[in-house]
């Protein structure tokens, strides 16, 4: 599982409050990633980060915000919950070997918003 | 841009029958592809990639540069195939993956 973990799993929160899904990881790894899966959309980048302090925008970023102030730490942040945020987030990261770059997932988060 | 297809949401084999999942993907440059699995209500596990050439659980797959796919094959269906199976690609980058929206197998028993 490449020592990811994610917390909380499951969370159930109203519209319009702040959420946060944390992502840990304990083998240095320089690049993290936060994911949403929906049905008939698979997969969308959300927010990515090269290291500590730096991060950028994915595919679908809008109503979202992330931090990282430490290597093994990679936040996510719901400013203001909607409903179209209802999700199963999963965090990712890279694994080089040589040339070659592989992703391995966290056991994602399943998060409802009423 | 990058694009990752899988034409097929849904696909229904028999147990012991051959089965394809289908990938074809967009991209200008030399990308890396691989498939990932997905099992009820866990995390996305990879399966294969197309550079080390192996065979996972009798799964194969072979890129076609001509045609821009790489298919998934495996010669006889097993019940615990049954998954949701993710195509991605990888770029010069290396670091940002691009996946398809997946195609959910069902293996009849």
């Known amino acids: 599982d490449a020592g990811i973990t994610q917390s909380p799993r499951h969370k159930v929160t109203e519209t319009g409050t702040p959420v946060t899904l944390r992502c840990h990881q304990t083998?240095?790894?320089?690049?993290m990633y936060w994911y949403r899966q929906d049905p008939g959309h698979g997969l969308r980048l959300i927010h990515y980060?090269?290291?500590?302090?730096?991060?950028d925008k994915g595919e679908v970023s809008d109503g979202y915000s992330v931090s990282r102030s430490k290597t093994e730490d990679f936040l996510l942040t719901l400013e203001s919950a909607t409903s179209s945020q209802t999700s199963v987030y999963f965090c990712?990261?890279?694994?080089?070997?040589?040339?070659?770059?592989?992703?391995?997932f966290g056991p994602g988060t399943r998060l409802l918003v009423l | 841009a990058q694009r990752v297809t899988q034409p097929e949401k849904l696909l229904s084999v028999f147990k012991g029958a051959p089965v394809e999942l289908k990938c074809n993907y967009s991209?200008?440059?030399?990308?890396?592809l691989f498939w990932y699995v997905q099992y009820s209500r866990q995390r996305l596990q990879l399966l294969l990639r197309?550079?080390s050439r192996e065979s996972i659980k009798g799964f194969t797959a072979d890129l076609n540069k001509g045609e821009t796919s790489f298919h998934l094959k495996k010669p006889f269906a097993q019940e615990e195939d049954s998954a949701m199976y993710y195509c991605?690609?990888?770029?010069?980058?290396?670091?940002?993956?691009?996946f398809g929206t997946g195609t959910s197998l069902t293996v009849i028993p």
């Open positions: 990712a990261i890279s694994r080089s070997a040589g040339v070659e770059e592989t992703q391995y």
């Open positions: 083998e240095n790894h320089r690049y």
């Open positions: 980060s090269y290291g500590v302090k730096d991060t």
């Open positions: 991209y200008s440059g030399s990308p890396e």
């Open positions: 197309h550079i």
């Open positions: 991605a690609l990888s770029g010069n980058t290396g670091n940002q993956f691009y």
